[in-house]
């Protein structure tokens, strides 16, 4: 990760070493995966397998949208047999 993708401001960033992330949804998925921003230091999470937060990257992201595109396709089907 580039320093320009880090938050200006130390006190924030320091805070969320200190007291954790301030956690707000960014995006929540019908598959019931949900995707965090920190208020403070704008860290991107996501959910693992296990249901603990962790760090948000690309790759995930795709996860969750192919995930969420599946269980749409099955719901489709399930509705219209
Ligand atoms: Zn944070």
Do not use: W
Request: include cysteine; proline fraction near 2%.
């Amino acid at each position: 990760m580039s320093i320009k993708a880090q938050t200006k401001n130390p006190f924030k960033r320091l805070q969320c070493k200190l007291f954790g992330h301030r956690y707000a949804i960014l995006r929540s998925y019908q598959t019931n995966k949900k995707e965090y921003e920190c208020s403070h230091c704008q860290k991107q999470f996501t959910e693992n397998d296990f249901g603990e937060l962790e760090a948000l990257t690309p790759k995930l992201r795709r996860i969750n949208e192919v995930m969420e595109k599946f269980y749409v396709f099955k719901n489709a089907r399930r509705r219209s047999a």
